[in-house]
T-cell receptor
Framework: AQTVTQSQPEMSVQEAETVTLSCTYD???????LFWYKQPPSRQMILVIR??????QNATENRFSVNFQKAAKSFSLKISDSQLGDAAMYFC???????????????FGKGTKLSVKP | DSGVTQTPKHLITATGQRVTLRCSPR?????VYWYQQSLDQGLQFLIQ???????AKGNILERFSAQQFPDLHSELNLSSLELGDSALYFC???????????????FGEGSRLTVL
């Protein structure tokens, strides 16, 4: 079974600085998706960024980028120019790519709570 | 707005009672997933439906059941409620393209259940 580990329960960053959140996962599959979801105090789950395992290029969305190391099974999230609105719980998630089967649920890490200091 | 609608947003009930949570997926999405998030915890997968059929089960208690109807909305039934069932229950949906999972799950705003 696949597992996702986020080893940093809490992180803090100064406004306008850069922070990196860590995530490692375990799988025997070669094709899968990895995601970072943000959960602000409103508790809404918001997709931040997505990476497809067969793509070597690291995904980027504005101030958010990932460092995807497939061999090391590592998937870290870098937030540049941190803003107060970035304060939230961040969840790393894994999803199998399934061809005609019945899986496809997200497997989440336990989350990292990010605080942004003004 | 993710396009996934969950009702009710908040629900307070007593131990031993039964409640039903409802989810309408995004238009066209055939898969519905239910997750439970207890206080300060991550999200635990409960169950998945695809086009009316149960497809995967996670850590769902026997007291809990779900179904997906022909119009693709889904209901999660929680019975004999215990204090520990107090949690945020999320529904999510996803599309499917040519047999390959299309990517992210789209989450509703959740139903917050409080059992007193």
């Amino acid at each position: 079974a696949q597992t996702v580990t986020q080893s940093q329960p809490e992180m803090s960053v100064q406004e306008a600085e850069t922070v990196t959140l860590s995530c490692t996962y375990d799988t025997s599959e070669s094709d899968y998706y990895l995601f970072w979801y943000k959960q602000p105090p409103s508790r809404q789950m918001i997709l931040v960024i997505r990476q497809e395992a067969y793509k070597q290029q690291n995904a980027t969305e504005n101030r958010f980028s990932v460092n995807f190391q497939k061999a090391a099974k590592s998937f870290s999230l870098k937030i540049s120019d941190s803003q107060l609105g970035d304060a939230a719980m961040y969840f790393c998630a894994y999803r199998s790519v399934n061809y005609g089967g019945s899986q496809g649920n997200l497997i989440f890490g336990k989350g990292t709570k990010l605080s942004v200091k003004p | 707005d993710s396009g996934v609608t969950q009702t009710p947003k908040h629900l307070i009930t007593a131990t031993g009672q039964r409640v039903t949570l409802r989810c309408s997926p995004r238009s066209g999405d055939l898969s519905v997933y239910w997750y439970q998030q207890s206080l300060d915890q991550g999200l635990q997968f409960l169950i998945q439906y695809y086009n009316g059929e149960e497809r995967a089960k996670g850590n769902i208690l026997e007291r809990f059941s779900a179904q997906q109807f022909p119009d693709l909305h889904s209901e999660l039934n929680l019975s004999s409620l215990e204090l520990g069932d107090s949690a945020l229950y999320f529904c999510a949906s996803s599309a499917r393209t040519s047999g390959r999972v299309s990517g992210e799950l789209f989450f509703g705003e959740g139903s917050r259940l409080t059992v007193l």
